[in-house]
């Protein structure tokens, strides 16, 4: 049968639909204006706005866009970027600048805050933003282990690419190319469980075999279209804009992008975790107990406090794309602008 790999086509919601391993992910697609002399943006809303009918939001920033410190526990968040720049800081003093295709990965574990600020750097012109935040769970055994995160640069992600198709592996392996290690405690770091995070991009009327999993039916697989209209999925069935497709992870897949122009996707597919999740918020856990526990811990202990002189924390705009681990700085080995 044709659409044999297709389980079921669904309705994009905000944010995304999501199978386990995975519990979050929203697709952050702003064209935020030139900055000015402090990298801001004209100030809308009241601290709450996520109007997806204007040409950007300005979340939970007032006159820099983004997310202010906040808390987490209990799973990670990757945080992959297309284009844009992302100032990140957090309660264990790490920081950094990142973007236009690097990959932030962070282990909440125990508890951490963070804030995840979006400057706008460019006097002169646009400062477009787009990004995933994925949410990837932990299992019971790992939800209390030390904060952790990595940076992944853009120079070193593996891409596939042929004439008119592209695949950035963020995470998995795609014809060969694997992509970077995660935090050790991740779910992703055993290969066992065939953890994969890909963004594909097709121009018109160029197609894509996307391959089984490697554990075959004991993945889950979803794909989103993200940008663009009109993708044949499996050879007959449609992936229009503002909807998704649960695969059969055991099948390979041939996706084509229609003759309307390039097309974007998302794929994320994993071994499920199957243990009871309960959420509240910020904090992922097994249990409602643990979740009254997560938020009496970060009353009294605030997950070590906040050691920058800012909630809305961004670093200078000369600044160029940099991480801070334990007072070391790192730099991708070719850095752009």
């Known amino acids: 049968m044709a659409d044999a790999a297709v389980k079921a086509i669904k309705r994009l ?3 995304y639909e999501c199978q386990d391993p995975f519990l979050f992910c929203v697709y952050h697609k702003d064209d935020y204006p030139a900055g000015d002399d402090k990298m801001q943006a004209p100030r809308r809303g009241n601290g709450a706005d996520f109007d997806w009918s204007q040409p950007y939001r300005m979340y939970h920033g007032d006159r820099i866009p983004g997310f202010p410190q906040h808390p987490h526990r209990g799973f990670e968040t ?9 100032d990140h800081t957090d309660s264990m003093g790490c920081g950094g600048r990142y973007g236009d295709g690097d990959l932030q990965w962070m282990t909440a574990g125990s508890g951490i805050v963070h ?3 979006f400057p706008l750097v460019h006097r002169d012109r646009p400062n477009p933003l787009k990004l995933f935040q994925i949410w990837l769970n932990l299992p019971a055994k790992h939800k209390m282990v030390a904060p952790a995160f990595v940076m992944h640069w853009s120079e070193r992600i593996p891409k596939v690419q042929c004439q008119g198709s592209s695949v950035t592996v963020f995470a998995g392996e795609f ?3 694997t992509g970077l290690p995660p935090p050790p405690n991740s779910w992703a770091a055993d290969p066992a469980n065939d953890v994969a995070v890909w963004h594909i991009a097709l121009d018109a009327g ?3 075999t996307l391959p089984a999993s490697k554990i075959g039916a004991q993945a889950n697989r979803s794909l989103y279209l993200t940008n663009g209209a009109g993708v044949d999925v499996g050879g007959g069935r449609a ?3 503002g909807f998704f497709a649960e695969l059969r992870a055991d099948k390979t897949v041939e996706i084509k992008a229609g003759s309307a122009g390039k097309v974007e996707l998302l ?3 994993g071994r499920p975790i199957g243990e009871p999740v309960a959420q509240h918020g910020p904090f992922v856990m097994n249990t409602q107990a643990e979740i009254r526990q997560a938020f009496s811990d970060y009353q009294k202990t605030q997950f070590g406090g906040w050691p920058w002189p800012q909630d809305a924390m961004v670093f200078p705009r000369e600044k160029g794309r940099f991480a801070l681990f334990d007072g070391k700085e790192e730099v991708p080995e070719d850095p752009k602008s």
């Open 267 to 269: 794929l994320l597919q």
């Open 78 to 86: 990757l945080t992959t970027t297309l284009e844009g720049r992302v």
């Open 206 to 208: 160029k197609s894509i």
């Open 115 to 117: 804030g995840e600020m």
């Open 239 to 241: 992936l229009e804009k």
């Open 175 to 177: 014809q060969g190319a």
């Open 13 to 15: 919601g905000f944010p």
